[in-house]
């Protein structure tokens, strides 16, 4: 384990393995599609297969995938996303009142900036109907994942209800059905605490709120994207996250919950740029999480330094190995840079996991399965190092 007298503060608690999620050694989310399944997918698509078969190659791939998680020592095991194009639109698009729109970027290339396309609010989805949940998303695939996980405790990721706003905003929202966004937020916030008290009921412990809104408008280009929709650049942040406390509020209590921040992930791409001291005050200190997955794997996300506003109460998940690229990171350069956030937050609250899933659309990033699976080794067998 790293030295105590150089990793922790005075008053920091001792080190160990952590009992509730966020684990020690944990991991966003999507993980790479194997070759079967694309397969199966090409089978529905040209009326080879039937949803039925579909399904059946869905759930033999991911009863693989979690047997892969809890193999190298995973705590929590998710199904990969394996049944989603999107990690977001599988969701979005399954809430009544929502409407798809069409693609936000260009193709950018792997480890490249994603542009945006012109359309100036650069939306996902169309508000055009009152937003509702008539059936729990994703409620057979959690309760199918419970099914397979042995030793790991199943965890399930939907997007934030940030994102909605933020891949829509006030043009994409039919003023005839919302005219003022008051009732927009009481309709979506009432539609997650629905989904939460659903999934609850189907033994749902561990959810993750996903939300690259929170990570973007670090980027003052964001900033100026909000402003072109409509909203205020300078406090939708904050928006934002009073909004995520009242879905929060109704959090059932043995239900940890945490959020995940990212500056894009597309096919090993990215989006947006600049450390997290533009909302870190709020975020920190205001969002009611267990939990933060923060994106650390590059210059790109800034330095350790907001992590001081991070109370004794929550847990800080470093997203220090990329999923973008398959080269290893060396296990000391992990230690070195746990190390370094040790000097703004206690080490205890500390956790290790790659800096965004693996497959955040159903292409997934450029690397390969053994790397996929190499990196999620070296960040449990690095945590055992730390933390013990």
């Not at 993980?31 to 090409?42: D, I, K, S």
């Not at 190995?321 to 230690?335: F, H, I």
Request: glycine share 8%; with cysteine.
């Amino acid at each position: 384990m790293l030295s105590l007298d150089r990793v922790n503060p005075p008053g920091s608690t001792t080190l160990g393995p952590r009992t509730s999620p966020p684990f020690r050694a944990d991991h966003v989310g999507s993980l790479l599609r194997p070759p079967e399944l694309f397969a199966a997918r090409a089978a529905f698509a040209d009326g080879s297969l039937t949803a039925e078969g579909l399904r059946a190659a869905e759930d033999e791939a991911i009863a693989a995938a979690v047997r892969m998680q809890e193999d190298v020592g995973l705590r929590s095991a998710t199904d990969g996303e394996y049944r989603r194009k999107s990690w977001m639109t599988d969701f979005a698009y399954q809430l009544a009142g929502i409407e798809p729109t069409g693609t936000i970027a260009t193709p950018a290339p792997a480890g490249g900036k994603l542009e945006l396309s012109p359309r100036t609010g650069a939306s996902l989805m169309r508000v055009d109907g009152r937003i509702g949940l008539d059936h729990v998303i994703f409620g057979d695939d959690f309760a199918a994942l419970r099914s397979l996980t042995t030793t790991a405790t199943p965890k399930l990721t939907i997007p934030s209800p940030s994102m909605i706003h933020f891949r829509s905003g006030r043009e994409e929202i039919d003023e005839d059905v919302y005219p003022d966004l008051e009732a927009f937020w009481d309709d979506l916030v009432g539609a997650y605490r629905d989904e939460i008290a659903g999934l609850a009921e189907l033994g749902c412990t561990y959810l993750q709120l996903d939300d690259v809104s929170l990570a973007y408008v670090n980027d003052p280009a964001q900033r100026d994207r909000l402003a072109r929709m409509g909203a205020d650049p300078d406090h939708q942040h904050e928006t934002y996250i009073a909004q995520m406390n009242r879905v929060l509020a109704a959090k059932p209590e043995d239900m940890r919950i945490t959020t995940h921040l990212c500056r894009g992930n597309l096919r090993s791409s990215w989006m947006a740029q600049g450390g997290y001291d533009f909302v870190a005050e709020a975020l920190f200190g205001d969002l009611g999480v267990d939990g933060f997955f923060l994106e650390y794997d590059d210059e790109r996300s800034g330095g350790f330094e907001p992590l001081r506003f991070v109370p004794r109460d929550k847990v800080v998940v470093l997203g220090l190995v990329t999923s973008k690229r398959g080269e290893l990171e060396a296990k000391d350069d992990l230690k070195r840079r746990i190390e370094e956030a040790s000097r703004y937050i206690d080490v205890d609250q500390l956790c290790l996991s790659p800096q965004c899933g693996f497959a955040s659309v159903v292409e997934g990033n450029a690397l390969s399965y053994e790397q996929q699976v190499a990196k999620l080794r070296l960040i449990v067998e690095t945590a055992e190092e730390v933390w013990g």
